[in-house]
């Protein structure tokens, strides 16, 4: 018979009550850790925490801890709910969503899908803006009848008046849809636009549209301004296509101003690269004689391009390439080489002094005066400063001492090439890795620039006071950028200041005249 013990009868249920103590700590840890909501413990944590702000700051407690917890939520009904990682926060349903895939999802979403849709919808509410006929003043307190009244009272100089009549005419443009005529039987809108640019008097404007079967074509659109105000468009009749890409374009003025294109077409599989020049005469029908210079140069991998109007070198142009430069005259063929330590993207001549700006991938500005191109050390860069990333674009202002320079961090600056530092920076415009330059139009004192974000912005040239920022017809897309002409006279002597945009297969203008009427309306009153 075996002896009683009394410790073995209570080991039990010691054990017992410590393991059933455990279970009541674990599945209360669960449910505090998991309850009801497959988030997980981040979302559930949180979820409590800012569920017991918002009823402690709903609650009137005279305890310490609520007075305290109020506060910091009264703040956040107007502000975003803070972030998790991994969750996206819906302010209409007051919740949070798994931005990763989980069990719990069919369709995870992403923060940049996110962000994309709120893109979107930023961007649609101002093309609602935009289309309304009274638009927000560039300045405070800035309007006509304003500027009319101090113009009579003599308080307002004639230079300050004009300048702030184009913000104010600027502000007020509202957006035009232009149907390009042809000739030909085919749809001329059916290859997206991926650069236009205007010559001097913007009656012509060369284009580059992109081939949907690889390649692009490029040609020119003609541009008539009515007594009216109307602007009516005509395409080319012969269109150029190549299986190269052009990287730059500028007009050149060999027999007169605005003959020539000079062209950069990147090399591609077993093409070479080069650089042509073709008469603006090349691309009409009415014109089989093909009269002036059409001549390739065999020049690859080209960044830039610039055509020196100076008189002393009216027959030059310029190059810029993988750590070289090459200065070339149309004419005789001698060229000039110099090296430099990166690659050229930008170029421009000054006009008064033979002096040509580059701007490298290195950030680099520097100058080239073709007077002393005979030197064989850098003694040649007659001016270098420097900018904080790569430059995508400079423009001489007419006063030569100043220059524009804009770079693939945003910045826009505006330097004095006489003490080599900037005097002015123009804010707002996006950039990250594009190829996008910059546009001046100094009789209206305008700056604008379209960014990777596809919005183009005016400023104040004078004081870089951002005047308006206008929203892309289509959706924002990397391949969709829009590309601009801006100038005082659209289309001619008679023609009015405006803005031309080419995005995807479409052409909008954005007139001065607020009375504008498109041609087909015209036609139709008559």
Request: aromatic share 8%; proline share 5%.
């Amino acid at each position: 018979m075996k002896r009683w013990n009394w410790r073995e009868e209570q080991r039990p249920h010691r054990r017992q009550g410590r393991r059933h103590r455990g279970n009541r700590q674990r599945s209360t840890r669960d449910d505090r850790w998991y309850g009801h909501n497959d988030a997980g413990p981040s979302f559930r944590t949180s979820q409590e925490r800012y569920e017991s702000q918002s009823s402690s700051s709903s609650s009137s407690s005279s305890s310490s801890s609520s007075s305290s917890s109020s506060s910091p939520s009264s703040s956040k009904q107007n502000s975003a709910a803070p972030d998790l990682p991994g969750f996206y926060y819906d302010p209409e349903k007051n919740r949070y969503f798994r931005l990763l895939p989980g069990h719990n999802n069919c369709n995870p979403l992403t923060r940049e899908q996110l962000q994309e849709k709120e893109r979107e919808r930023q961007r649609n509410g101002m093309l609602v803006e935009d289309e309304k006929p009274s638009k927000k003043a560039p300045r405070a307190g800035l309007n006509t009848s304003l500027l009319l009244q101090k113009r009579h009272l003599g308080l307002l100089p004639e230079n300050s008046y004009c300048r702030q009549v184009h913000e104010v005419k600027v502000s007020a443009m509202r957006r035009h849809k232009l149907e390009i005529q042809s000739t030909e039987n085919s749809n001329p809108n059916t290859d997206n636009f991926r650069l236009i640019v205007g010559d001097s008097a913007c009656e012509q404007v060369f284009t580059v549209n992109d081939v949907s079967h690889g390649g692009c074509k490029y040609g020119i659109m003609n541009f008539h301004s009515s007594s009216r105000g109307s602007l009516s468009v005509e395409m080319c009749d012969n269109l150029y296509f190549t299986n190269r890409k052009v990287n730059s374009i500028c007009w050149a003025s060999v027999n007169y101003p605005d003959s020539h294109v000079l062209l950069c077409l990147v090399g591609v599989a077993d093409t070479p690269g080069c650089v042509s020049l073709l008469p603006a005469s090349l691309f009409s029908n009415f014109n089989p004689d093909q009269p002036g210079m059409l001549c390739s140069f065999k020049i690859s991998s080209a960044w830039s391009c610039a055509w020196c109007l100076n008189p002393q070198f009216d027959k030059t142009f310029s190059t810029g390439l993988s750590r070289r430069v090459i200065v070339k005259d149309a004419e005789t063929g001698r060229t000039n080489t110099f090296s430099v330590g990166s690659d050229v993207l930008a170029q421009q001549f000054a006009v008064r002094v033979p002096v040509l700006f580059n701007g490298c991938r290195s950030g680099e500005i520097f100058s080239i005066d073709l007077r002393q191109r005979g030197r064989k050390d850098h003694s040649w860069k007659a001016s270098r400063f420097h900018q904080e990333s790569a430059i995508t674009s400079v423009r001489v202002l007419q006063d030569e001492n100043y220059l524009l320079a804009a770079d693939m961090l945003g910045q826009i600056k505006l330097w004095d090439v006489r003490v080599t530092k900037p005097v002015q920076e123009y804010k707002g415009h996006y950039n990250e890795h594009a190829y996008l330059p910059v546009h001046v139009s100094e009789p209206e004192g305008l700056l604008l620039a379209v960014g990777q974000d596809c919005y183009t912005r005016l400023w104040s040239l004078k004081d870089g006071h951002l005047l308006r920022t206008i929203p892309s017809p289509h959706p924002a897309a990397n391949d969709l950028i829009p590309s601009v002409v801006f100038s005082s006279n659209l289309g001619g002597s008679r023609g009015l200041p405006g803005l031309l945009m080419a995005v995807k297969h479409d052409l909008y203008y954005f007139p001065y005249n607020t009375d504008y009427q498109e041609v087909g309306e015209l036609q139709a009153g008559c």
